[in-house]
């Protein structure tokens, strides 16, 4: 267990304490409202959760959120589902993402760097920003888009995709998006549930060198979404608006100051969407207010973001991550847009992308670290990356030695924040905190405002034991629906069943005595072994170490007579065999490292691990084919990196059976 690892791997010095928003945020919060003035970070967050109302007027009144309307209290009701935050309040999210803007010594200073794969930084400036949402939101209101209209974008990371999601939410509409990456069918299945009025998209992207030409799909999904109004194209290849679509620059060319709907604090402002692996994608419906308040609380208080950072995380309009770093302007940070493959035209090419936009957190997955890792990249001895003051990493928990490496091969003070989260929430669970020491295989604390709980079958609390990741307060940017549900059955189904009226997320995790968090892997795809529970993360971890591992996949298969069966499947290096030596290595590391009862029944040579379209494993699709479910019931095709990959698992069940 990591609460054996009682030398932290950094900690923050006296001066960065000091400095850091949340110490300075306690100290106010102390004289204004209340919290605690001593007792640091987790006298802070005991407050934070013990006197909910309290807190988040407390985040509001810091932030200087403008309410055009004042709310009658925080909490109209506390339910879980149905928490009803800030009745009566109105505002506008797109307004606050744009007030440095307004601040003259700010104005002409980058908003956002966009980086593609040349690598050469393109600024545009607050006040470009602001003018270009400005003739947008004018331009979508003259084709008639209303308040809680539907506008989506198929759209790389791009500074477009960012200045079309603002002028929706500033007119009041609702944004959604996808990556070019997916196709026609995947974008159908989440962009059909909605009903989009607009259509931004791209002609095609560029991605490991290549151009991808996408303009059959863009019209593939303007055949197949019929209550779209108008499409808008994006020439990122240079082509021509193909007949009846509009021109991007035809619609941001005015010089007009946005107007800034008023919508209720929980007006919806995007849909965001799961990765629908064994079904349609879930609609995940989050509100303007709702968003706003989590992610200045997040990326204020929690990444210790301001005027002077420069934001870049690796990613794409189809994750969460992308909203989440747009976000990033409500700080009145600079973000860095990257539309580029994250290894091109080197694994390391992430870091030289931090040193040329001169990030102060550089924000990446776990896989990419280690990736980095397994390929020798020594980021610090070829780049000057002495801004960066904070790595942060999601998407799975990140491996002990991936914080190893970071610490040797970055930097020794460096600030190492594993987060993690969900799109359910668009933000995290638990993660960063800047006064806070880390701990290797570690998430520093959980979020302020977040009850955060690991509990038992029954319900019951642990501390420095495994159990279901559970958050037993509402959240403000927890779903206030999902789309077509009228009843709200399936988002009942989807967090509240199995504990009545607490969040149950569907992880493993840890709270450790001294208040930091271990994440184990997904719940639903736990190994368990005559009663031994463990996370597929924690397999992962110490089989991928081997050189000759690329990646692996284990599943935990019940089977009918009531035995159990555990194979571990092998993605393995170029040049690397699978022979009875390598079998016993990885035996003997998992017997050795972790437990006994987990040293798998059968290690297979696999051609790959099939991913969902976000990067994410899957292991409950694999586990239902080699339950012998038939692929096109245990899979949504459209979801999948590689569907072919998958044909390889229904093979190995046909074969058992």
Request: proline share 8%.
């Amino acid at each position: 267990m990591s609460t054996a690892n009682p030398t932290p791997l950094w900690q923050p010095d006296r001066q960065q304490i000091a400095d850091a928003q949340v110490t300075r945020f306690q100290t106010w919060a102390a004289e204004h409202h209340g919290a605690p003035a001593e007792g640091g970070y987790a006298a802070l967050h005991r407050w934070s959760v013990a006197e909910l109302e309290t807190f988040w007027k407390a985040v509001t009144e810091w932030f200087d959120v403008r309410f055009t309307h004042p709310y009658a209290r925080v909490l109209g009701s506390r339910a879980m589902p149905g928490a009803e935050w800030f009745p009566e309040a109105t505002l506008n999210y797109t307004e606050h993402a744009l007030r440095t803007a307004d601040d003259p010594a700010r104005a002409d200073t980058p908003a956002i760097l966009h980086v593609d794969e040349t690598h050469e930084p393109r600024p545009v400036t607050w006040a470009e920003l602001r003018r270009q949402v400005g003739s947008l939101a004018a331009e979508l209101r003259a084709l008639g888009v209303r308040p809680g209209d539907r506008v989506s974008g198929y759209l790389p990371n791009i500074p477009e995709a960012v200045v079309a999601l603002l002028a929706t939410a500033a007119v009041g509409a609702v944004w959604t998006s996808c990556a070019p990456d997916f196709g026609a069918r995947s974008v159908l299945d989440r962009f059909q549930q909605v009903e989009p009025v607009v259509l931004f998209t791209v002609d095609g992207y560029r991605y490991g060198g290549k151009e991808h030409d996408r303009r059959d799909t863009v019209a593939e999904l303007r055949a197949e979404l019929p209550t779209l109004r108008a499409v808008v194209h994006i020439p990122l290849l240079g082509t021509d608006a193909p007949e009846g679509a509009l021109e991007w620059s035809a619609l941001t060319s005015e010089d007009v100051a946005p107007v800034y709907e008023e919508v209720p604090f929980d007006h919806p402002l995007w849909v965001l969407y799961s990765s629908g692996t064994t079904g349609l994608p879930k609609a995940i419906v989050q509100s303007q207010g709702g968003i706003l308040v989590e992610h200045l609380k997040q990326l204020g208080l929690h990444c210790d973001l301001g005027p002077g950072d420069r934001f870049f995380w690796y990613t794409s309009t189809g994750w969460m991550m992308w909203n989440f770093l747009v976000s990033g302007l409500l700080t009145g940070t600079t973000i860095v847009t990257y539309d580029g493959s994250p290894g091109y035209p080197e694994t390391g090419a992430q870091w030289a992308i931090a040193e040329r936009t001169g990030a102060t957190l550089f924000g990446t997955s776990a896989a990419y670290v280690m990736a980095c890792r397994k390929a020798g990249v020594h980021p610090s001895r070829d780049h000057d990356l002495s801004r960066v003051k904070c790595v942060a990493t999601t998407g799975s928990p990140l491996p002990p030695d991936g914080f190893r490496w970071l610490h040797d091969e970055v930097r020794d003070d460096l600030w190492i924040a594993s987060v993690s989260g969900g799109t359910d929430v668009c933000s995290c669970f638990a993660g960063a905190v800047a006064t806070l020491p880390v701990h290797i295989g570690e998430l520093q604390a959980p979020g302020l405002g977040t009850d955060l709980q690991a509990w038992d079958p029954d319900g019951n609390p642990l501390i420095d034991e495994v159990g279901e990741l559970v958050v037993t307060n509402p959240m403000p940017s927890m779903p206030i629906r999902f789309w077509n549900d009228p009843d709200g059955s399936r988002y009942h189904d989807s967090y509240f069943d199995t504990y009545p009226g607490v969040w149950r997320h569907g992880d493993w995790i840890t709270l450790t005595s001294r208040g930091s968090v271990v994440i184990h892997g997904r719940s639903d795809s736990t190994l368990n072994r005559q009663g031994v529970r463990m996370g597929s993360a924690d397999i992962y971890e110490v089989v991928e170490r081997l050189p000759e591992i690329r990646e692996s996949l284990v599943i935990g298969l019940e089977l009918p007579d009531g035995g159990y069966w555990m194979p571990l499947f092998v993605h393995l290096a170029p040049g690397a065999a699978l022979d009875d030596d390598l079998r016993d290595r990885i035996k003997r590391a998992i017997r050795e490292q972790l437990s006994p009862r987990h040293v798998p029944d059968e290690i297979i040579e696999a051609p790959g691990v099939p991913h969902t379209l976000t990067g994410k494993r899957i292991e409950v699709p694999v586990k239902r084919l080699l339950q012998g479910t038939p692929l096109e019931k245990a899979v949504n095709p459209g979801s999948i990196d590689n569907l072919e990959l998958l044909k390889f698992y229904e093979d190995i069940a046909r074969k058992r059976a």
